[in-house]
């Protein structure tokens, strides 16, 4: 049974900074592409970061870039979003993807397995 689990959400004040982690089990998907994606209360499920599968190729929501750093562990089975500068509208429930291919997306419908998200907390 394959599963992702994130971990590292959070309460913290603006500027703050925060680590999530990934881990996935069941299969390993060390040759597929991983994301982050997040959803804020009566908003829809929005894209964040993704990583190939080598994870030489990363790409950012416009929200977050240079802010947001996604990478991976394909030894561990594990990515990582390490997010600096927090706002509060990065206050979301964080989810990680994993996808079938190995190109990296934005693309919500091109992810296959998704955690059950992590809440982060930015107050003001």
């Known amino acids: 049974q394959v599963q992702l689990v994130e971990s590292g959400g959070g309460l913290v004040q603006a500027g703050g900074s925060l680590r999530l982690s990934c881990a996935a089990s069941?299969?390993?998907?060390?040759?597929?592409?991983m994301g982050w994606f997040r959803q804020a209360p009566g908003q829809e499920r929005e894209f964040v970061a993704t990583?190939?599968?080598?994870?030489?190729?990363?790409y950012y929501a416009d929200s977050v870039k240079g802010r947001f750093t996604i990478s991976r562990d394909n030894a561990k089975n594990t990515v990582y979003l390490q997010m600096n500068s927090l706002k509060p509208e990065d206050t979301a429930v964080y989810y990680c993807?994993?996808?079938?291919?190995?190109?990296?997306?934005?693309?919500?419908?091109?992810?296959?397995?998704w955690g059950q998200g992590t809440q982060v907390t930015v107050s003001s």
């Open positions: 069941g299969r390993t998907f060390s040759e597929n592409a």
């Open positions: 993807a994993a996808s079938y291919q190995s190109v990296s997306s934005p693309r919500r419908n091109d992810y296959n397995y």
């Open positions: 990583v190939s599968w080598t994870g030489r190729s990363t």
